[in-house]
């Protein structure tokens, strides 16, 4: 089992950085995925990136604008975020599954409880 906890979250102005973090606490697994995902108001939950066991994945919508990292030794992430646009805005969620990484919502198994970033134009 495994708890997840996100920071970082906040508000910014289009153009500019902010970066989320994700822990765990409970049990350490080794080949587990960790992964972003985003819901704005209105929209159906989105992944936004995901690396640890196997390839490094983007939503096309963030490639060269995000960079996913996972602290190999723990169940941990941060996602620096640059360049942010208003549709960026959103609340932001961690979440966790032993096994390959995917950006499909229904593959994960363990969630936190978000963080919310507002990109304002």
């Known amino acids: 089992q495994l708890h997840l906890v996100e920071s970082g979250g906040g508000s910014v102005q289009a153009g500019g950085s902010l970066t989320v973090s994700c822990a765990a606490s409970?049990?350490?697994?080794?080949?587990?995925?960790i992964a972003w995902f985003r819901q704005a108001p209105g929209k159906e939950r989105e992944g936004v990136a995901a690396?640890?066991?196997?390839?490094?994945l983007y939503d096309d919508s963030v490639k060269g604008r995000f960079t996913i990292s996972h602290d190999t030794t723990k169940v941990a992430s941060t996602l620096q975020m640059t360049s942010l646009k208003p549709d960026d805005t959103a609340m932001y969620y961690c979440?966790?599954?032993?096994?390959?990484?995917?950006?499909?919502?229904?593959?994960?198994?363990?969630w936190g409880q978000g963080t919310q970033v507002t990109v304002s134009s």
């Open positions: 979440a966790a599954r032993l096994g390959r990484c995917s950006l499909a919502e229904v593959a994960f198994n363990f």
């Open positions: 409970g049990n350490h697994y080794n080949n587990y995925c």
């Open positions: 690396s640890g066991f196997g390839p490094t």
